[in-house]
């Protein structure tokens, strides 16, 4: 591609990211300095459609950026172009805010860049997804009610309380309680959804209503201490993309699905930035978005993953520019806690 095609394609790329309208050939040569007449521009853009860098949605309509057109521009036009001053201003307030709580401070970032572009961020903390069941113990208080105490290898969970439609004896509950723990010993977090620990108590020894309260209340343990989140669902519903109702419905019913979303963001592990455009997305509701994903510390010892879900018609240089000083900014706290 020569510079005047580029420079073309830049500037479509950018009009129509401000706009979400498609951009014409007058337009380009009335708003970007290009030193052409509009009669060059539109021949310019009659080549980049050709070569797969630019869309026609409508005959008499102007074009629009095609995936191949923004993986070109994420791949070889914003590298280099920095954090903004003020992003990264805000990303050290924030910290100063909550020193030495990432998931808050991760939180709190996944909402100012949400704010920021008007798309969904996820934040996922793989660290303690990784952890896995030691031991479970069931207190009784009553013939009706009783607690769980449950001890993963990174710690205990919340404590959680049971409730029992019918009274149980104690020696009949420690014995449930016994085969109830001794299934999921070593067990991985992660893999604990309310469906695979009905199918575990299906294979158990014992009252199956007792046992199913037991899964139940794992169930509700492990979501209060389930470190995903998202925020921005609105703001992603918001954009224009998204009026069409019959488009809209596949991405609303992912979005409930917090499970499917937290192992988009599992097994994706980079040094740098991860950016999925439309159709290398994996998930079929995902192919008309792009998701721009970040991981936070080693291998060894990862603090979290942050990705922002939306159009392809994305502000990726801001997100990439915040992304990547976020990585810069965990790391040099981490050397810095490491030569203390």
């Given amino acids: ?3 005047r095609k580029r420079r073309i394609l830049h500037a479509i790329i950018q009009d129509y990211i401000r706009s979400a309208e498609p951009v014409g050939s007058r337009t380009l040569a009335k708003n970007y300095d290009l030193g052409i007449s509009p009669a060059t521009v539109r021949n310019e853009m009659s080549d980049l459609e050709d070569l797969g860098f630019l869309e026609q949605p409508h005959t008499s309509a102007g074009r629009i950026p095609s995936a191949k057109g923004y993986r070109y521009y994420v ?3 914003i590298h280099g172009t920095g954090t903004e001053r003020g992003d990264a201003e805000e990303i050290h307030r924030l910290w100063q805010a909550k020193p030495g709580s990432f998931d808050e401070f991760f939180l ?6 949400s704010n920021i572009s008007h798309n969904m961020s996820l934040f996922l903390a793989p660290a303690h997804d990784s952890s896995t069941i030691k031991f479970i113990h069931i207190l009784p208080i009553d013939s ?4 769980m105490v449950v001890v993963t290898d990174r710690g205990a969970l919340d404590n959680e309380p049971m409730y029992f439609e019918e009274p149980v004896a104690e020696e009949e509950l420690h014995a449930a309680a016994m085969r109830f723990a001794n299934a999921l010993k070593d067990s991985p977090i992660s893999e604990l959804s309310l469906y695979s620990l009905k199918a575990t108590v299906r294979i158990i020894e014992g009252p199956k209503r007792l046992l199913e309260e037991m899964a139940a209340a794992l169930h509700r343990a492990i979501a209060k201490r389930k470190l ?3 925020v921005g669902t609105t703001a992603l519903l918001e954009q224009p993309e998204f009026k069409d109702i019959k488009k809209v419905q596949p991405i609303l019913s992912m979005l409930e699905q917090q499970d ?4 988009l963001l599992q097994g994706k592990s980079h040094d740098g930035i991860d950016i999925r455009i439309g159709e290398e997305n994996e998930a079929e509701p995902l192919k ?5 994903q970040a991981d936070f510390g080693g291998d060894k010892e990862k603090i979290g993953t942050l990705a922002i879900l939306g159009p392809t018609r994305m502000e990726y240089g801001r997100i990439i520019g915040i992304l990547t000083y976020m990585q810069q900014f965990i790391d040099a706290l981490a050397s810095s806690t490491n030569r203390k």
């Fill in 144 to 147: 009706q009610r009783a607690v």
């Fill in 75 to 77: 791949d070889s036009m």
């Fill in 108 to 113: 709190n970032v996944a909402k100012l860049i």
């Fill in 288 to 292: 008309d978005l792009s998701l721009i």
């Fill in 228 to 230: 995903f989140y998202s």
């Fill in 1 to 3: 591609m020569d510079e």
């Fill in 260 to 263: 499917q979303l937290s192992r």
